[in-house]
């Protein structure tokens, strides 16, 4: 079975500080994890994934992610954040199991970001 | 490029009644899963077609079924309702159903008195 945690339910950052949310996974296998940010009464954005490679991986909107195979983290970060960048951020994994791209996901954080 | 649509938006519906709720996946994709979003919870997967063939099923009852037509668009239908069957519902397309892309249309939010 492959499960996500996201301990925090809320993160409180002030605009141009960094910010970072956490999340930790368990999976069968090599992991292929991805952050997701949601805003409110829409869908899932895709923000960035880790499937092989580099630890840190880059995506949209100057967000990054380090993957610590060790801590089996996969946290979410960003240098400055912005006020634009409050919303809902679910972490996922997906582990292929029974050959398809299920998508198991954390309860997600809200991501407040004060001026 | 067309991404993701669902259709309808909203929807309000009675306990006992049925449901169907329709995805249009992303130009050129394959594959549709479909997640159930409780208010404050995260996505949890319901099943996932491709070529026409429910491929992966969630801990759904079978209350939940799909179908997925020959130009890819799904259906999701949902018999019996129940209270706790009010959430958002999110359909999500890829290109095979072991691509690791996965997009995301904007869900349907079922309202269930």
């Known amino acids: 079975a492959q499960s996500v945690a996201q301990p925090e339910d809320q993160v409180n950052v002030a605009e141009g500080n960094p910010l970072t949310v956490k999340c930790t996974y368990s999976v069968s296998g090599n992991p292929y994890l991805f952050w997701y940010v949601q805003y409110p009464n829409r869908g899932l954005q895709f923000l960035l994934k880790?499937?092989?490679?580099?630890?840190l991986v880059k995506g949209s909107y100057g967000f990054e992610a380090e993957f610590n195979k060790s801590q089996t983290s996969f946290h979410l970060k960003k240098p400055s954040a912005l006020v634009s960048d409050s919303a809902l951020y679910f972490c996922a994994v997906s582990g292929l199991t029974g050959g398809g791209n299920k998508l198991t996901f954390g309860t997600g954080t809200q991501l407040k970001v004060e001026l | 490029d067309a991404g993701v649509t669902q259709s309808p938006t909203h929807l309000i519906k009675t306990r006992g009644q049925q449901v169907t709720l329709r995805c249009s996946p992303k130009?050129?994709?394959?594959?549709v899963s479909w997640y159930q979003q409780a208010l404050g919870q995260g996505p949890q997967f319901i099943f996932q077609y491709y070529e026409e063939e429910e491929r992966q099923r969630g801990n759904f009852p079978d209350r939940f079924s799909g179908h997925q037509f020959p130009n890819y668009s799904s259906e999701l239908n949902v018999n019996a309702l129940l209270l706790g069957d009010s959430a958002l519902y999110l359909c999500?397309?890829?290109?095979?159903?072991?691509?690791?892309?996965?997009?995301f249309g904007p869900g349907t939010r079922l309202t269930v008195t």
């Open positions: 130009s050129g994709h394959d594959t």
């Open positions: 880790y499937i092989t490679g580099d630890n």
């Open positions: 999500a397309s890829s290109l095979g159903w072991t691509s690791y892309e996965q997009y």
